[in-house]
């Protein structure tokens, strides 16, 4: 019985940890904001003592980003690099981030805070947890704006960026 309790329990911390952004085949909206420079640059994940993970953004067009995913892979004693494309929404002050790796069709979603020095940037992840679906851009934007300031809209953990 111990075992069966045991393993529940590690059954959902497995669960808690693998926690992924919410997806969706639709951005928030078409990217209508200007690249911003203070976003631009390379950005360490604080926390990480040895290794740290690591993201180097850059403009791709006016307004969209190239976001290059750096993390250390223990198996191969390097960095691996994922690439994605992405671009800003604001919901009234709520900044999210529309991101979308490759190869992949369907976006992520985060909520991006930037210090008021701009060298200190907090991402949320918007919950996997939400089971609504959506038939257009203009509802998820809606659902998005209702749900912005609730804590609960976004995953426990978030993660901090220092810029280089």
């Known amino acids: 019985m ?8 590690l059954f959902c911390m497995l669960l808690l940890l693998t926690a992924c952004p919410y997806s969706s085949e639709f951005a928030l909206q078409e990217p209508n904001e200007t690249v911003k420079k203070e976003y631009l640059g390379t950005w ?20 969209t980003y ?17 690439k994605y ?10 900044n999210f981030l529309n991101l979308k ?17 701009k ?8 919950t996997d947890n939400i089971d609504e679906t959506f038939s257009n851009a203009a509802d998820l934007k809606a659902f998005f704006d209702k749900h912005k300031d609730v804590s609960f ?12």
């Open 2 to 9: 111990r075992k069966l309790i045991y393993a529940s329990g």
């Open 44 to 63: 360490l994940q604080e926390g990480e003592s040895e290794n740290p993970s690591y993201w180097v953004i850059s403009k791709l067009t006016d307004k």
């Open 66 to 82: 190239t976001f290059e995913e750096h993390a250390y892979n223990d198996n191969e004693k390097g960095y691996t690099v994922k």
């Open 85 to 94: 494309a992405g671009h800003f929404t604001k919901l009234g002050t709520v």
């Open 101 to 117: 790796e490759e190869s992949d069709v369907k976006y992520s979603f985060f909520k991006v805070e930037l210090s008021a020095d």
């Open 119 to 126: 060298k200190q940037m907090v991402i949320y992840e918007v």
């Open 153 to 164: 809209f976004y995953n426990k953990d978030e993660k901090k960026y220092k810029k280089k």
